[in-house]
């Protein structure tokens, strides 16, 4: 259910040096520039056909992202740069977390001479908030950088249903990481939103979606952005792991999010992929929730696609 989504029990590979990491990349990607800081990992092809950026999972970093998801050689052999950020930790965003990734990025793509003309967003899990979050903002400012389009990856949209599926992870009381994992989450959300009925306004001012009113005004700028939302809603896997039903699921909340930005900015824009047994971790254990459900190639073709 929604509280493994942004697991802090999420298995990283362990951590490499820059050297190492520049090093790695290079190998796979000679004619490729690599850089590795502090903020993010970045490689940038000879020619540059687009440009990605990439928001990993909650407890996640770059190189996480670089290990579950097989996106560089790909999008590098198709002449799209890739910036895998680091940003992490954050299930919405204040004012200065948006003023300060749009600083992140646009400084990089200064310094590296990055073009940004053909430019998209992704996210996995709580990146997917990051994302939809981030390129509402740079619209509303009219940034210098404006994505054509984003896609987002099994993510927690509605915090009030995260909320909510993690109460009932408490009930069923399935698993100890389980109750582990929504204790934390309920006591955080306690401390940020408040309870009950009052809390209500705190969550629709702070989820990028929230299905009781159906509301999007905190992601009503992406008029005109192609939109993907995938999810992987594999309800016999979910049950047999987690006792959760369906509406526990992100896939739940996504659906009702493609309906209704659909109605909103056209269904011509807005495309729900259902994905179905895609889901496997880099060690080769099933899980729907990674980011393996997304077909890379598939994707890079609707990123070069105008």
Sequence with gaps: MKILIISILFVIGACFSSKVVKKDIEEKNPKSIIVVSEN????????????LILFPC????????????NIIDIAIANNITVLLMNFNQHLWLSNSNKKDLEK???????????KIDNTYMGGFSSGGNVTLLLTDYLKLTESSIQPKGLFITDSPVDLLGLYESSQNAIEKNISAPAVQEANWIVEMFNLEFGTGDTSFTNYENKSPYFSKTNSTKNISNLN????????????????????????????????????????????????????????YRANGNRHPHSWAIIDEKDLVNWILTK
């Design 40 to 51: 993010y990992e970045l490689i940038i092809p000879k020619k540059q056909h687009g440009f």
């Design 104 to 114: 992140i990025i646009m400084d990089a793509v200064n310094q590296y001479g990055i």
């Design 224 to 279: 005109g952005l192609k939109i993907r939302l995938y999810s992987e809603p594999d309800t016999l896997w979910w049950k047999q792991n987690r006792q959760a039903e369906y509406e526990d699921m992100n896939a739940y909340y996504l659906e009702q999010l493609a309906n209704d930005l659909g109605n909103l900015y056209g269904v011509e824009y807005v495309t729900y992929i259902k994905t179905k047994n895609r889901g």
């Design 58 to 69: 909650f407890p996640c970093n770059a190189e996480n992202t670089r290990t579950q998801f």
